[in-house]
């Protein structure tokens, strides 16, 4: 696959997934996607639902662990914030008051648009679904189209849509739909940097200004990453987890001696030397 300014090596992607499927699965680090539930949510529930579909919507730039168990606490302090039907009587005019409440319990960066995103939610389970996401899943027949019914919802874009709809995946709460495999996965700038380091996006640099990059470029790469899996018969949604596990378990802490595909990495240097000895 060519572009303007960089072509995509898919020997290189079928390789690292391999790769990291192999090591990650010895490693017993294999799980899936989920998000811990309250105690007293019934699975399957509309409640359940809810909760995974607010959940998700702020799940970004925030430490995941950390963002979860102040999103358990909201739930167990205040259970009307998962309620559409209440935030939609109660702050269709005070977004600023919403925003304050999301601020004081899940410590979002923005909170006026998280409050909106929140609202835009509610509204759109209300309105179109009987405040029911089960509804929105009834109303897809494929993972795509589902995508396009999430990502109409403002605040669920690429990475927070496709993580939603991986939970759902992974957990088998996609009903009757055909789900044989995942055909994409969230793209965020951390797996577009973890993707150049390899060597499996050539023709930019790191420090590319984003006006060189097309904006199509998660999506190109998540077509990468899921053919190269279907090749190697790995499924897409463990490669999505392997990179995640990649990205934050190794590159972040600069494990560099740890990494199965350090071979591979542009940034692999002497530092290894100088890890392996800490």
């Known amino acids: 696959m060519v572009n303007l300014f960089y072509e995509y090596d898919i020997d290189r992607a079928r390789e690292t997934a391999r790769a990291l499927h192999s090591y990650f699965r010895d490693a017993q680090t294999v799980r899936k996607a989920t998000i811990e539930l309250p105690e007293d949510i019934e699975y399957e529930s509309r409640d359940h639902y809810l909760y995974v579909f607010y959940g998700c919507l702020l799940d970004y730039g925030v430490r995941s662990y950390h963002y979860h168990q102040r999103l358990r606490l909201a739930y167990s302090e205040f259970r009307e914030l998962f309620n559409p039907d209440y935030i939609l009587e109660n702050f269709e005019n005070d977004i600023e008051g919403l925003s304050r409440i999301l601020s004081r319990y899940l410590r979002v960066r923005f909170p006026t648009e998280a409050a909106k995103r929140w609202f835009s939610l509610s509204e759109v389970l209300c309105r179109k679904y009987d405040c029911d996401p ?9 993972l795509y189209e589902l995508r396009n019914l999430v990502t109409e919802i403002r605040g669920f874009g690429q990475k927070t849509g496709g993580l939603l709809i991986r939970i759902l995946y992974e957990n088998g709460l996609l009903g009757n739909m055909n789900n044989d495999c995942m055909p994409f996965i969230p793209i965020d700038r951390h797996d ?3 993707s150049m380091r390899l060597g499996i996006i050539r ?34 949604a463990e490669t999505d ?8 378990g190794l590159c972040a802490s600069n494990k ?23």
Do not use: F, H, M
């Open 134 to 142: 089960r509804n929105l899943i009834k109303e897809a027949t494929t």
């Open 192 to 194: 577009v940097k973890v």
């Open 203 to 236: 023709g930019l640099e790191e420090d590319s200004s984003s006006d060189r990059v097309s904006n199509r470029l998660p999506a190109e790469l998540s077509k990468i990453w899921v053919e190269a899996s279907v090749l190697e018969s790995i499924d897409p």
């Open 241 to 248: 987890r392997n990179l995640w596990l990649l990205g934050s």
């Open 256 to 278: 560099c001696y740890l990494c199965p595909v350090k071979g591979l990495c542009s940034q692999n240097s002497s530092r290894d030397d100088t890890n392996e000895a800490d």
